[in-house]
DNA sequence: CTGAATCCGGCTTGATACTG
DNA sequence: CAGTATCAAGCCGGATTCAG
C-alpha cells in the first residue's frame, strides 16, 4: 500500500470520525455559538433555538469528552455554568468554516440540482406516465 | 438583526444543511472514493469496503440528487453504470478536505481528550467509589 | 439554573431475497 | 452487474418529570 495509492478508507476514518462527532444535529450549532466566546447553559439554549435541554447536554459532553468545548462550574447558589471553546476547538470552528463558505457559495446550485432531479424524477417514474 | 449580530441559527443553516447530506455514514468515502476518477458500482462497494449494497444505493441517489455525483448508464448486456464526481462535487471534496487536515493534524488530541475524560469520569462517577 | 432519568416514536441502517 | 423491495433492529432525538 505505497502512499497515493492507499486505501480511500484508510485516508477517511478520520474525516469520518470527526463528521461523526459534529455531523450530528446540534454540534455546529453549539460549537459556531461559542465561537464568540463563553456562555451559560441556558444562553446557548435560547441561542441556538429549537434544541432541547436533554440534547444540549447530550452534545456538550461530547464536545468536552472530545476536548473541543471546556466546562466551568461556578457553585454559586443558582449553579452557574460556562462554557467555552478549546484552543482544539476554535481550530475545529476554523476548518469548519471551509465547509461553511462551500455551503453558502452552493446552496443554491444544491438547490437547483435537487428540484432538477425530483422533477425528472416525477415525469418519468409514476407508472403509466404517458405524454396526453 | 445587524450583521454581526445575527442569530447563530442563521450563520449555521446552510453549513448544518450541507452537514446533514454528507454527515452520513457513507456519503464522504464515496465522494473521496470518487475523487480519483469515475468507478462503477461494484467498484464503488469494493473500495468502500462494509457498505451495503442498499447503501451505497441510496448514497449515490443522494449525491446525485444534490448534483455531486453524475450517473452514466451503459446498456451493454450485463449493464454498465460509471459515477462520477461532477465540478460540484470536486469543489465539495476540496471543502472537505480542510475538515480532513484539521483531522489527522488533531486526531491524537482528541483521543486524548476522550481518554482523560473517561479516566476522570471512571474514577468519579461509579456509585461508592471510595480510595481504598 | 443546570442537569439526570425515563419513556417512546421515527428515521437510519443492515440482512436478505428478488428482478432485469 | 446494478438495483429494488421488504423486514427487523438500533440509535437518535424529543417531551416530560424529578433533583441538587
Known amino acids: 500500500m505505497e502512499p497515493g495509492n492507499m486505501h480511500v478508507t484508510e485516508t477517511c476514518r478520520p474525516v469520518t470520525e470527526i463528521l461523526a462527532r459534529i455531523g450530528d444535529k ?8 461559542l465561537a464568540d466566546g463563553p456562555m451559560r447553559f441556558n444562553e446557548l439554549r435560547r441561542g441556538i433555538g429549537g434544541i432541547s435541554q436533554r440534547m444540549l447536554t447530550l452534545t456538550l459532553r461530547g464536545l468536552e469528552r472530545d476536548g473541543l468545548v471546556s466546562r466551568t462550574v461556578t457553585p454559586t447558589v443558582p449553579p452557574r455554568v460556562d ?19 462551500w455551503a453558502i457559495a452552493n446552496r443554491a446550485a444544491v438547490e437547483a440540482a435537487r428540484s432538477r432531479y425530483d422533477l425528472a424524477l416525477a415525469s418519468a417514474s409514476p407508472p403509466l406516465r404517458r405524454t396526453g
Chains 1, 2 share one sequence.
Do not use: P
Open 83 to 101: 462554557y467555552e471553546l478549546t484552543e482544539l476547538g476554535h481550530s475545529l470552528q476554523a476548518a469548519v468554516r471551509a465547509l461553511g463558505d
Open 26 to 33: 446540534w454540534s455546529i450549532l453549539v460549537v459556531k455559538c
